[in-house]
């Protein structure tokens, strides 16, 4: 099973908007609606922003989104803030019992 | 609100057993129909699953390191293990304990560095 792909890098000015992938296989981002996303600023543990696709945990901010279309997940940052600089990952349940989660390679998100 | 903390050795010398310990507090490991789990992060690199165990000692693991993990669950302290046997350098990582509750990791440790040298 292969780690999903994320472009390594992605930036934005502040206000803008940034687009982040999360290309899978039909075994996993394709077959279930269990993509999440996990924010990670250095040193610290990852904290969970998004779930089932494109739901949001209480307290994450609205600017957060994210979307599904075949074997590709997206995450959308709407309205950048410093604070949002930061490494992103996407998840997604793989079903198979050697193989229950999978993890994206990561996109370190600039802030400009 | 629910925390997790993890504590073991931070070095644990090539071939030998890498052995940590996952606390819960603020809930029951056993409370709700949560899995708790495994992952860590090598430094730089991304996050790998290792698996994961239910309170009643069920458990899944990732078939690259099947042969080498065990994950066992101490009900009565609220606390999940993880040893890694016959560890290399390649085993160095954060290693983080976090829960999971429909297909999501919601609550993670703040995670320990193990390093793998002699």
């Known amino acids: 099973q292969s780690a999903l792909t994320q472009p390594p890098s992605a930036s934005g000015s502040l206000g803008q908007s940034v687009t982040i992938s999360c290309t899978g296989t039909?075994?996993?981002?394709?077959?279930?609606?269990?993509v999440s996303w996990y924010q990670q600023h250095p040193g610290k543990a990852p904290k969970l922003i998004i779930y089932e696709v494109s739901k949001r945990p209480s307290g994450v901010p609205d600017r957060f989104s994210g979307s599904k279309s075949a074997n590709t997940a997206s995450l959308t940052v709407s309205g950048l803030q410093a604070e949002d600089d930061a490494d992103y990952y996407c998840?997604?349940?793989?079903?198979?019992?050697?193989?229950?989660?999978?993890f994206g390679t990561g996109t370190k998100v600039t802030v400009l | 609100q629910l925390q997790l903390q993890e504590s073991g050795p931070g070095l644990v010398k090539p071939s030998e057993t890498l052995s940590l310990t996952c606390t819960v507090s603020?809930?029951?490991?056993?409370?709700?129909?949560?899995?708790w789990g495994w992952i860590r992060q090598p430094p730089g690199k991304g996050l790998e699953w290792i698996g994961s165990i239910y309170h009643t000692g069920r458990t899944f693991y990732n078939a690259s390191l099947k042969s080498r993990v065990i994950i066992s669950v101490d009900t009565s302290k609220d606390q999940f293990s993880l040893k890694l046997n016959s560890v290399t350098a390649a085993d160095t990582a954060v290693y983080y304990c976090?829960?999971?509750?429909?297909?999501?990791?919601?609550?993670w440790g703040q995670g320990t560095l193990v390093i793998v040298s002699s």
């Open positions: 976090a829960r999971i509750g429909n297909w999501l990791f919601d609550y």
């Open positions: 603020g809930d029951s490991i056993s409370g709700g129909t949560y899995y």
């Open positions: 039909s075994s996993d981002v394709g077959a279930y609606n269990y």
């Open positions: 998840s997604s349940y793989a079903g198979s019992s050697d193989f229950l989660y999978v």
